[in-house]
């Protein structure tokens, strides 16, 4: 079974730019979260989608947004970019909540690293 | 506010044990985890506690949960080099939902051999 996939790995940008960042998650997994990983924050959350639908969403500003399409693969733009949007970014997901036993376990890509200049 | 704490370092020698502590807030969270991520990958679930356990021991790993105190800890027995991660303690928030965790900065484990 493979694993979450994100792309691209690694990407450059500069102040003012945009950015779209790809997650496919795991086959049969309908819930995907996204979260932001820096050294001095740590892993903060942006947003959940489940089912298409945004679920939950952290303290970001609005530059930064998501979607989920049908096939549950989800991407993330970041508008705007500031010197203080570069990060890990990191994908995860999860079968489908905490509901029906399930024990909340979510399956982490490797990150899309994202460099701001 | 929701709040995980850990401290950011530990440092063990080669067949020690290692204790990793962790304190939270929100007494009604279901599930507390515990994540491991290795340099340049993702986070990987280690283990997990259900809220009305004491303990949970899953071969060299011991979680061990005080809800009153709001203190979750981690032991590593016989620690190996490849134990050698950051190790973080995550928390479902009140209200939220399985993919919106809260999660500690981090303990970065050090395993000298």
């Known amino acids: 079974k493979a694993g979450v996939t994100q792309t691209p790995r690694y990407l450059i940008k500069t102040r003012g730019q945009q950015v779209t960042l790809s997650c496919s998650p795991i086959?049969?997994?309908?819930?995907v979260s996204w979260y932001q990983q820096t050294p001095g924050q740590g892993l903060q959350f942006l947003f959940e989608?489940?089912?298409?639908?945004?679920?939950n969403k952290g303290n970001f500003p609005g530059r930064f947004s998501g979607r989920q399409f049908s096939n549950s693969r989800s991407e993330m733009n970041v508008s705007t970019l500031e010197l203080g949007d570069s990060a890990l970014y990191l994908c995860?997901?999860?079968?489908?909540?905490?509901?029906?036993?399930?024990?909340?376990?979510?399956?982490f890509g490797e990150g899309s690293r994202l460099t701001v200049l | 506010g929701e709040d995980v704490e850990q401290s950011l370092f530990l440092s063990v020698r080669e067949g020690d044990s290692s204790v990793i502590n962790c304190t939270y807030t929100d007494s009604s969270s279901t599930y507390l985890y515990w994540y491991k991520q290795e340099p340049g990958a993702g986070l990987q679930l280690l283990t997990y506690?259900?809220?009305?356990?004491d303990m949970k021991q899953d071969q060299r790993l011991t979680v061990l949960l005080n809800k009153k105190d709001k203190h979750l800890s981690l032991r590593i027995a016989d620690t190996q080099t490849g134990d050698s991660a950051i190790y973080f303690c995550?928390?479902?928030?009140?209200?939220?939902?399985?993919?919106?965790?809260?999660f500690g900065k981090g303990t970065k484990l050090s395993v000298k051999p």
């Open positions: 506690i259900f809220s009305n356990m």
């Open positions: 995550a928390e479902t928030p009140y209200g939220g939902s399985q993919g919106n965790l809260i």
């Open positions: 989608y489940f089912s298409e639908t945004q679920r």
């Open positions: 086959s049969g997994h309908r819930s």
């Open positions: 995860a997901s999860s079968l489908q909540g905490l509901a029906g036993g399930n024990t909340g376990e979510l399956f």
